[in-house]
């Protein structure tokens, strides 16, 4: 699936605010859609790549053989789905997704998020 579309798929998710997919490696947006004035969805990008890049420094450091599915931030008001993705090239991408709290069904946003990574292609 392209990236406009997994984008449109991830704005149909219940309580969802704005999406991005993110290169972690560059730490830019390859797309985005929604966002808005609360939420600039370029600068989530580059905080969220340093999110995942200091969880990832800290297994290294830890020495555990894992690997990240997702990292969840939970607000007073949202929550926030960083959703790691297996690319065949390699490269560190991700998907980020922002929820409105009261909206939202954690679980089915975290299954629906899985499957939408799982297929995206770039």
Do not use: C, P, W
């Amino acid at each position: 699936m392209d990236i406009e579309t997994s984008l449109k798929e991830a704005m149909e998710i219940g309580g969802a605010l704005g999406v991005a997919l993110v290169d972690y490696d560059s730490g830019m947006a390859l797309g985005t859609l929604g966002g808005g004035r609360y939420l600039d969805l370029e600068v989530a990008a580059a905080g969220n790549t340093e999110v995942v890049r200091a969880k990832m420094r800290a297994l290294a450091a830890l020495k555990l053989d894992e690997k990240i599915d997702d990292i969840l931030i939970t607000l007073t008001n949202q929550y926030h789905v960083i959703r790691l993705l297996q690319t065949r090239s390699g490269g560190g991408l991700f998907l980020y997704l922002a929820m409105d709290r009261e909206k939202a069904n954690l679980a089915m946003a975290r299954h629906q998020l899985r499957q939408i990574g799982a297929a995206v292609t770039v």
